[in-house]
């Protein structure tokens, strides 16, 4: 019952995030992906032309939805089925610590996140990298638990598993912590249990650098240098970093993993290790369901002060499960009001130039919404890459005359933060339609 019980959440889950799967652009980041992923598309190598600041497998994971559909509503749908077995994997990782009825308790509070939700109908990379996480311990625990070949296969899976969540996004690498401790925990066969899961990852190393082979610098500078140059020593501080730990959105659910913790520790279960390692929420309603659901152990009828502790760890996971409910809707209401000015950019950018005409823009997505390509060494002008000092006035001009760009949209303050912007756009292109704010189309001089 309680498998079919996590079904159900999941085809909800997936009801809730087919609503927001084509609506307008929800994070400047989606249209970098979507064109790095187009240029993808058209036969430029990742690193070496197409500048990526994600590791490999999030391009390539989602290049077969943009080449089914060439929207971002099918890379949505790429996101959104990774979320679904990241749900699936959660169902299999509680159901093996504490139970079934843990199981579906850490299913219902995955599926209400905002933030799960968030994550896993936008294209990004966090999303798929935490759920791929999931599957991955998922697979640990079952082949701990399985014998003969099967356990020898599914000890690989997790290596291999375990490299694709980091080939996603490198946060994946966290999950290398409470692997190590579910493998560690095998009682007998741990040696050969180890290899087959080095094997694994062995084999997933080789897949992710088959994309660096032909530009390992490049890669370095693109996936890590990038992030860890762009970033301010200055304004790292301990509150700042609170800030980002405790989302106000996230906080009940947040709050419940940390009575979860306190209860495991409190009852000196072993199974807090691996949740623990890793801060996986709902803690406390999967531990205090776990001592009830061990069969007929006691008295068969639960009375008055023995039934509280169970009713409250009930009550805590309803009310933080309608909290993530009540956020969530606002977000699809505020995801459903148009983008005006983004659809007046996206009319404009159709009403000039040719399908097939290669531009420089700090917008991505209105210009791939529009049928048109931004070249790969161009696809994502952030204030990150250009603090970082891997986006230059030098790389502008290489690409536009390796391209022959002929057009120019500007929408923010991202392309000014480049040294010598300004003066690079006077001296090639020339304004022809003012979109409103900083908005503004330019051509190249002499067309």
Request: proline share 6%.
């Amino acid at each position: 019952m309680t498998a079919w019980a996590a079904v159900v959440v999941g085809i909800g889950f997936a009801a809730i995030e087919a609503i927001v799967l084509n609506v307008r652009i929800r994070d400047y980041d989606e249209g970098v992906y979507w064109q790095s992923i187009r240029a993808l598309a058209r036969g430029e190598p990742l690193f070496s032309s197409v500048f990526a600041s994600q590791p490999p497998a999030f391009y390539y994971a989602l290049l077969p939805f943009d080449v089914a559909g060439h929207a971002p509503a099918s890379l949505r749908l790429g996101v959104l089925i990774l979320g679904l077995v990241g749900l699936a994997a959660t169902y299999v990782i509680g159901r093996l610590l504490a139970g079934p009825i843990a199981g579906l308790v850490a299913v219902l509070l995955a599926a209400t996140s905002p933030l799960y939700l968030h994550q896993s109908a936008v294209v990004q990379a966090d999303g798929p990298a935490v759920a791929v996480s999931t599957v991955s311990v998922a697979f640990a625990l079952l082949a701990v638990r399985a014998d003969g070949r099967k356990r020898d296969l599914l000890a690989a899976a997790t290596g291999l598993t375990f490299v694709l969540a980091t080939g996603l996004k490198l946060l994946g690498a966290v999950t290398l912590v409470p692997l190590v401790i579910v493998l560690l925990s095998a009682g007998r066969g741990r040696t050969r249990l180890l290899v087959s899961a080095t094997v694994g990852t062995l084999v997933g190393c080789l897949l992710m650098l088959l994309p660096v082979i032909g530009a390992p610098r490049a890669a370095l500078d693109q996936v890590v240098l990038a992030h860890l140059r762009a970033g301010d020593p200055s304004r790292a501080n301990l509150s700042a970093n609170l800030k980002l730990l405790l989302l106000h959105r996230e906080l009940p659910l947040q709050a419940l993993a940390g009575l979860g913790v306190l209860n495991g520790l409190f009852r000196r279960n072993r199974a807090i290790l691996v949740p623990l390692a890793w801060l996986v929420p709902s803690v406390l309603v999967r531990l205090a369901l776990k001592r009830r659901s061990r069969g007929p152990t006691g008295p068969p009828r639960k009375r008055g002060r023995e039934m509280l502790p169970g009713l409250a760890a009930l009550g805590l996971m309803l009310a933080t499960a309608a909290a993530g409910v009540i956020v969530t809707v606002r977000d699809i209401q505020l995801a459903l009001v148009p983008d005006l000015h983004n659809a007046e950019m996206i009319a404009a950018v159709e009403a000039v130039g040719r399908p097939g005409d290669f531009w420089i823009s700090d917008n991505p997505y209105a210009i791939a919404a529009a049928g048109r390509d931004i070249p790969g060494p161009m696809v994502d002008t952030s204030s990150q890459r250009t603090r970082a000092g891997l986006l230059t006035v030098g790389d502008l001009e290489a690409t536009r005359v390796h391209y022959h760009v002929q057009w120019v949209l500007e929408d923010s303050f991202r392309l000014d933060g480049v040294p010598g912007y300004r003066g690079w756009l006077d001296q090639h292109f020339h304004p022809i339609q003012n979109l409103g704010g900083r908005a503004v189309i330019y051509q190249l001089n002499g067309r």
